[in-house]
């Protein structure tokens, strides 16, 4: 994800983080941290990756995508204001059943 993207997305959810507070900046980076150890590890596609690996993710998922980085900040930041255990993340490692439904009518889980 291009830098911009990240710094414009923690500069919109985190903006009250000043780096001249030392103590309450160092917490929230502490926090982000721990946030984003937790969400690799239901979601290893996040997780530091050799660079085929990378492409690979990068060209059929779009868990690593700038918006999808973008939602990743605002919802460490949710988590935190609303103290909400990380356990609550490893609901996306779950698996989801999509039905499709064709122009009959029929479904299929897929």
């Known amino acids: 994800m291009p830098l911009t993207r990240s710094s414009v997305a923690f500069e919109t959810?985190?903006?009250d983080c000043n780096p001249e507070e030392e103590e309450t900046f160092k917490a929230s980076v502490d926090y982000v941290i721990q946030f984003w150890n937790k969400l690799a590890t239901v979601r290893p596609?996040?997780?530091r990756l050799d660079i085929a690996r990378r492409k690979r993710v990068r060209e059929t998922l779009?868990?690593?995508s700038a918006l999808a980085i973008s939602?990743?900040?605002a919802i460490a930041r949710k988590m935190?204001?609303?103290q909400i255990?990380?356990?609550r993340?490893?609901?996306l490692g779950e698996p989801v059943t999509v039905t499709v439904k064709s122009a009959a009518g029929e479904s299929s889980g897929k």
Do not use: N, S, T
């Open 85 to 87: 255990d990380f356990a």
């Open 71 to 73: 939602a990743y900040v």
């Open 62 to 64: 779009l868990v690593d």
């Open 89 to 91: 993340l490893e609901r």
């Open 80 to 82: 935190q204001d609303q």
């Open 45 to 47: 596609e996040l997780a």
């Open 13 to 15: 959810y985190w903006a």
